[in-house]
């Protein structure tokens, strides 16, 4: 485990000598006032998340930067599978022990504020309140473009239709093996990776980045002459499970061709490749459905993305992923992916 960083403990600094430096994050006068004020100029997004320790972090894996850029990259990926193309800026609240050294914190904050500034948002204000244990809560605004009729253009679950393509937006499985490299899991024969592997995969974990390019590049690439109509989401739970999330959502079937999935060819020899490509989670990539001329389009314009399946109509047994042409192949079941409370 990583030595504790020196500095005053929180308890040293009190509540508002906390929130003073806390206010050096955020523009000049943000953490002023009970709450913050925005100017909005179409239909908003909100979306929240917590971090936990031991849960979704701990200091064996994650240094204080890493802890903070996650957490807001968690949030901003959420708001890009909305299909929002940016953030507005981000609200944080901190739970921490008194005996949390204050350059853990601090590094928490740079992390977040390096992650939603390169994103063009900016740190809107919060809480913080002491606590056994260290968690923060993220929320997370950003707008939706209105398309010429003033409709918002938004990517919901629920839009997808039989004989859509489903669309991924990069690969996965690299972040569960980042994950695996800093618990130094015993199965995992470092010595045989390519040393380029290794640093995507920690990347990849530790800071990974929002696909907003990719909602640019899908607006991009909507056909003329098409309404908007974009099923989608994140794939911070997996891939399959987020294949699976469109499904139900939409009252289809998600098929998965097997022969595309969208694995780091230098991961392709792992024997754990597979399941982490479907079920390792925060990848933070977009999965979407979209009808063929549109999902090709993408495809050929977005570098990185593939096309991993299809919708069909749903069969009525409940089941909404199975392989496409393999009905034997095991699959997790009905998309796998991280559980919060199993």
């Known amino acids: 485990m990583a030595a504790a960083p020196e500095g005053p403990s929180l308890a040293d600094l009190g509540e508002w000598q906390l929130i003073d430096r806390l206010a050096a994050f955020a523009p000049a006068g943000q953490f002023d006032d009970d709450a913050a004020l925005l100017t909005c100029g179409g239909p908003l997004v909100v979306t929240s998340d917590v971090l936990v320790e031991g849960v979704h972090f701990s200091d064996a894996t994650t240094a204080g930067f890493d802890v903070g850029w996650r957490a807001a990259a968690a949030n901003l990926s959420d708001l890009a599978a909305m299909g929002c193309t940016g953030a507005l800026g981000l609200t944080v609240g901190l739970v921490a022990p008194g005996a949390t050294p204050w350059p853990w914190v601090e590094a928490v904050y740079i992390g977040l504020q390096a992650c939603v500034e390169r994103q063009g948002g900016v740190l809107l204000g919060g809480d913080c309140s002491g606590g056994a244990q260290r968690l923060l809560a993220i929320t997370a605004l950003g707008n939706l473009p209105r398309s010429t ?106 098929l998965l061709d097997h022969r595309r999935l969208p694995l780091d060819p230098a991961m392709a020899n792992l024997a754990q490749a597979e399941a982490w490509c479907l079920g390792g989670g925060e990848d933070f990539e977009l999965v979407l459905a979209l009808e063929p001329p549109w999902a090709e389009a993408l495809v050929q314009h977005l570098p990185g993305s593939a096309v991993i399946g299809a919708l069909v109509a749903a069969t009525g047994d409940g089941q909404h992923l199975a392989w496409l042409g393999e009905q034997d192949r095991p699959l997790p079941g009905d998309g796998g992916g991280y559980e919060h409370f199993s």
Request: aromatic share 2%; hydrophobic share 35%.
């Open 149 to 254: 009729s003033g409709e918002p253009q938004a990517i919901r679950r629920r839009d997808g239709r039989p004989g859509d393509l489903l669309v991924c937006t990069g690969p996965h499985g690299l972040s569960r093996l980042g994950l695996a490299l800093l618990q130094q899991e015993e199965q995992l024969e470092r010595r045989h990776l390519p040393q380029a592997l290794i640093e995507r995969a920690l990347e990849r974990h530790q800071r990974p980045c929002p696909r907003f390019d990719a909602v640019q590049a899908l607006r991009c690439q909507q056909p003329k002459g098409t309404s908007w109509r974009v099923a989608g989401t994140d794939s911070s739970d997996g891939l399959a499970a987020a294949a699976a999330a469109i499904a139900r959502s939409s009252g289809c079937r998600a």
